[in-house]
């Protein structure tokens, strides 16, 4: 798949990522593709007078579905991606096979393009459940997408497609995704940030396995490893365990820029150690 967007400049989003191309991947039967033809009837003139490449796709079965989001982990590619087609908790439902593609397959191949993308990918979701596939996420590995904007349950077609012309204008003239989401979309859908997701799921490691009694547990849990290791076990050693053990669970920058690198894809966490450390202490 060629993405036309050699040359192009970037539109720059304010939650930071570039867009330079667009792609809608459709997996609806005959009768239902109404909706979709006259959302893109308004949206494809303004595609073009922003010179932004747009490529619709149909996909019929789980395979060409992974064929298609194959193609787009390209380094020359900074997509905003649409996904259409109807939805379970557990993947999408492909229309030509009535097959589920899998969150568990669905979701490696995201990761695969928000990474070719430097963490610039954003999906937009008009599927039943999609927001299901956030459970994959975990700040251990670099972050599936930039931004995910899906609903966590049924959807009806028709605020679909009375909220996505609007959305997809307000973001692409105004760089404003937080706004034109609020504006033209809202509930049933939700908008997930990777920035924002990273410092929450920080704030909730440190909150449960470094302070508190989560943080007493962990700490005992190390003690006995060592112990078991072979290290004798005396006062004096304990003591000096025990200090050991406290100050390598202890919360610090290191520990955030390394969880940042990988999951936010080299940018940093917007929040210092320190600012996390207030904000744990201020939720308990």
């Given at each position: ?20 191309s ?11 593709q ?13 595609f ?43 993947g ?36 039943c ?10 700040i ?33 003239s ?5 706004a ?8 049933p ?23 508190g ?27 000096e ?18 969880y ?15 600012e ?9």
């Open positions: 798949m060629s993405d036309g967007s050699e040359g192009r400049v970037p539109l720059n989003a304010s939650s930071g990522f570039k867009i330079n667009a792609f809608w991947l459709r997996s609806l039967s005959a009768s239902e109404g909706p979709t033809r006259r959302v893109l009837e308004d949206l494809g003139p303004f073009d007078r922003l010179g932004l490449p747009f490529q619709l796709r149909d996909v019929k079965t789980p395979t060409e579905l992974y064929t298609a989001l194959d193609s787009l982990a390209n380094p020359k590619v900074k997509p905003i991606l649409q996904l259409d087609m109807h939805g379970r908790k557990e999408l439902l492909l229309s030509g096979s009535s097959e589920i593609a899998a969150w568990e397959e669905v979701v490696p191949r995201l990761r695969a393009i928000n990474i070719a993308s430097e963490g610039n990918l954003c999906v937009v979701a008009g599927v459940y999609a927001l299901y596939a956030i459970k994959e996420a975990s251990s590995q670099p972050s599936p997408v930039n931004i995910l904007i899906a609903p966590d349950r049924e959807v009806q077609t028709g605020k679909l497609e009375d909220g996505l012309t609007g959305f997809y204008k307000s973001l692409l105004d760089g404003e995704i937080s034109a989401f609020t504006e033209h979309l809202g509930d859908f939700k908008l997930f940030n990777a920035e924002r997701f990273f410092v929450i799921a920080l704030c909730k490691y440190i909150r449960s396995f470094c302070k009694k989560g943080g007493a547990v962990r700490r005992e849990r190390l003690l006995t490893e060592i112990l078991f290791a072979g290290r004798p076990r005396s006062p004096q050693n304990l003591r365990i025990r200090r050991q053990v406290r100050d390598k669970i202890k919360p610090d920058q290191e520990l955030v820029d390394r940042a690198h990988t999951f936010l894809l080299g940018r940093p966490c917007p929040f210092s150690i320190d996390l450390m207030k904000a744990v202490e201020a939720a308990r």
